[in-house]
Structures are given as structure tokens and as C-alpha cells.
């Protein structure tokens, strides 16, 4: 498995704000991503998190709302933008590591706008 | 229609029950499958993964896929009130969809003593 923590591990933030959010892993990984997790509902993916690199986005998710950032192989950001209640939702981050199949997710970070 | 159907539940058994869930998925190139299990205000733990056709157990845990009716299933011997908490199937395909999980709306388990 992998240890991940996120920071902060949860906000309430005015709307017009934003908020990055952090995600550290206790060793290399090979892949990492970041899901939302709407009230009451299942997890979406929103990016895959690549190294030195652009995030690669899903449909309905775009880089000037969820700019992600990776600069090394243990380490993620993905930022809020511009934040609206709507945005209120537990945001995670999750790794694979080597080229598993196994994914495993951070503890979450709980966002609440108003 | 959605990529991966699961009843949300809740479902509510006594301990020592043993509880099925269940998944149907509509995209035959899907080919990995997970389970994972999430206490509230938690992330998703990972209970148990497979890629074929057939039953896979650990423990009281048994995984059960049938890709011929795209239909999987989690079995769980002699429920625990620990048990209580939501299960959430999650399935991914290969090549590009590597790691990208589409998952289930999630079922709401409840042991009572």
C-alpha cells in the first residue's frame, strides 16, 4: 500500500476564493490523480496528475478551473479556482504505484464554500 | 444508462449475516475490478482487485466477476458491525484508461449487533 496525506484536511472558504490543496506520498509512485467526491455522491475523476508535465483532464473539468501541478514522483497540487458552492465537496488524491493495478487514496480534503 | 450501476442501498443485516453487492457495468472493455470500503469521513480503503472471471477471497471477503453478463459481486462471511460502511465498486479498462477508475454510487451497509 502507500501512506498519503492531504493538506488541509478540510476549509471553508468564501465564494471568489481559491484553495490548493496538497497531496504527499510516503515513497515514489508511478501514477497519481485527483477525484471529487460531491455530497451524498460517488467519486469522479477529474485529472491524472503527470510528472513534469500538463495534468491530462476528464470531460467537464478544465485547467483554468483545476490547475494540478506534480513536479516530482511524491508530490501533487490540485487548486480550486474561482470557487462557487457548488465546488463544496471532499476532494481526493490517489496513487498507483509501480504499474499495479492496486490504487490507493489519501484521506481526503472536505471543502465547504459559502 | 450509467458505466457502472450499483444499488445505493441501504442495507441493514444482523452480525454473522452474509451480505452480497453487486455491480453491473456496460462497457465490455472494462477489465479491471476493485472494491473498496469507506468509513465516513474517511477515504476509500481498497478491500480487494481482480482482472478475471471467477472468485477471488481473502479472508471473509470473496470478489466474484462474471464478464459474460458484466456483472461482479462482493461477498462478505459473518458480518461484523466494523463491517458498517459504504462499499464502493470501481472498475477501470486498459491502455489509456490505465488507473482511470469509474465507479459505483456506493452501498450503504449498516451490521447492527
Known amino acids: 500500500s502507500a501512506v498519503i496525506s492531504q493538506k488541509p484536511s478540510r476549509d471553508i472558504c468564501q465564494r471568489g476564493t481559491s484553495l490548493t490543496i496538497q497531496c504527499q506520498v510516503d515513497?515514489?509512485?508511478?501514477?497519481m490523480f485527483w477525484y471529487r467526491q460531491q455530497p451524498g455522491q460517488s467519486l469522479t475523476l477529474i485529472a491524472t496528475a503527470n510528472q513534469g508535465s500538463e495534468a491530462t483532464y476528464e470531460s467537464g473539468f478544465v485547467i483554468d478551473k483545476f490547475p494540478i501541478s506534480r513536479p516530482n514522483l511524491t508530490f501533487s497540487t490540485l487548486t480550486v479556482s474561482n470557487m462557487s458552492p457548488e465546488d463544496s465537496s471532499i476532494y481526493l488524491c490517489?496513487?498507483?504505484?509501480?504499474?499495479?493495478?492496486?490504487?490507493?487514496f489519501g484521506p481526503g480534503t472536505r471543502l465547504t464554500v459559502t | 444508462q450509467k458505466e457502472v450501476e450499483q444499488d445505493p442501498g441501504p442495507l441493514s443485516v444482523p452480525e454473522g449475516a452474509i451480505v452480497s453487492l453487486n455491480c453491473t457495468y456496460s462497457n465490455s472493455a472494462f477489465q479491471y475490478f476493485m472494491w473498496y470500503r469507506q468509513y465516513s469521513r474517511k477515504g476509500p480503503e481498497l478491500l480487494m482487485y481482480?482482472?478475471?472471471?471467477g472468485n477471488k477471497e481473502d479472508g471473509r471477503f470473496t470478489a466474484q466477476v462474471d464478464k459474460s453478463s458484466k456483472y461482479i459481486s462482493l461477498f462478505i462471511r459473518d458480518s461484523q458491525p466494523s463491517d458498517s460502511a459504504t462499499y464502493l465498486c470501481a472498475i477501470q479498462g486498459g491502455g489509456t484508461s490505465y488507473g482511470k477508475l469509474t465507479f459505483g454510487q456506493g452501498t450503504i451497509l449498516t451490521v447492527h449487533p
Open positions: 481482480t482482472y478475471s472471471s
Open positions: 490517489s496513487v498507483i504505484r509501480d504499474l499495479s493495478y492496486e490504487q490507493y
Open positions: 515513497s515514489q509512485v508511478t501514477m
